[in-house]
């Protein structure tokens, strides 16, 4: 994620599949949502905002920085935390961003 990625990159791309990789493995994650979060940002810091991701995998996949690929967007460093499953066992995550 670069400092120039704010919840307005993202908002147009809900819905839209992302790929991830990272310890030799792969997924495609929809991105559910993108929100603002409600607090001021310090002086100088982008608006913090949080990306909802929906994986394929039923593995938990990611735990660490890796990689992710968007055609929209250049390649970036993504770090995501699974906060659910499906019923259908694949997991959801989520990226925050002070």
Not at 4 to 14: D, K, N, Q, S, W
Not at 66 to 78: D, K, N, S, V
Request: glycine share 8%; no cysteine; proline share 9%.
């Amino acid at each position: 994620m670069t400092e120039a990625h704010t919840v307005e990159t993202f908002l147009p791309l809900v819905g839209t599949d992302f790929v991830v990789r990272g310890d030799g493995l792969e997924d495609v994650l929809r991105l559910e949502s993108a929100d603002p979060i409600t607090r001021a940002p310090p002086e100088g810091h982008r608006a913090p905002f949080s990306l909802t991701f929906l994986g394929t995998r039923t593995d938990y996949m990611v735990a660490n920085l890796i990689e992710i690929t968007h055609p929209a967007m250049e390649p970036f460093p993504i770090s995501l935390s699974a906060i659910g499953r499906t019923p259908q066992g694949a997991f959801r995550y989520e990226a925050l961003y002070n």
